[in-house]
Nanobody, 111 residues
Framework: QVQLVESGGGLVQAGGSLRLSCAASGRISRRDRVAWYRQAPGKQRELVAEIISGGSTSYADSVKGRFTATRDNAREMLYLQMNSLKPEDTGVYYC?????WGQGTQVTVSS
């Protein structure tokens, strides 16, 4: 069992920044695959960023150059730094660790 608690969502104006956090507990490993997903109303849930053991990170084309995903293994935390936010970034953001999902946190970017 893995428990994931997310925080950091909120309302921000276009061009602003937010940092999302995901704290993990339970049966976790520093080698776990971790990822961020998001889902906007009327759209499919999409992979935003993924970090695998060894530090390799991949990003969706829509967020490349603006978002940065990092992990703090000492504290078992996952972060998503989001800069230059656009209205189309609006949605519910979820962290994923192995097959376990967080509860989601709402990000709203106003125009």
């Amino acid at each position: 069992q893995v428990q994931l608690v997310e925080s950091g969502g909120g309302l921000v104006q276009a061009g602003g920044s937010l940092r999302l956090s995901c704290a993990a507990s339970g049966r976790i490993s520093r080698r776990d695959r971790v990822a961020w997903y998001r889902q906007a109303p009327g759209k499919q849930r999409e992979l935003v960023a993924e970090i695998i053991s060894g530090g390799s990170t991949s990003y969706a084309d829509s967020v490349k150059g603006r978002f940065t995903a990092t992990r703090d293994n000492a504290r078992e935390m996952l972060y998503l730094q989001m800069n230059s936010l656009k209205p189309e970034d609006t949605g519910v953001y979820y962290c994923l660790r192995r097959s376990f999902w967080g509860q989601g946190t709402q990000v709203t970017v106003s125009s």
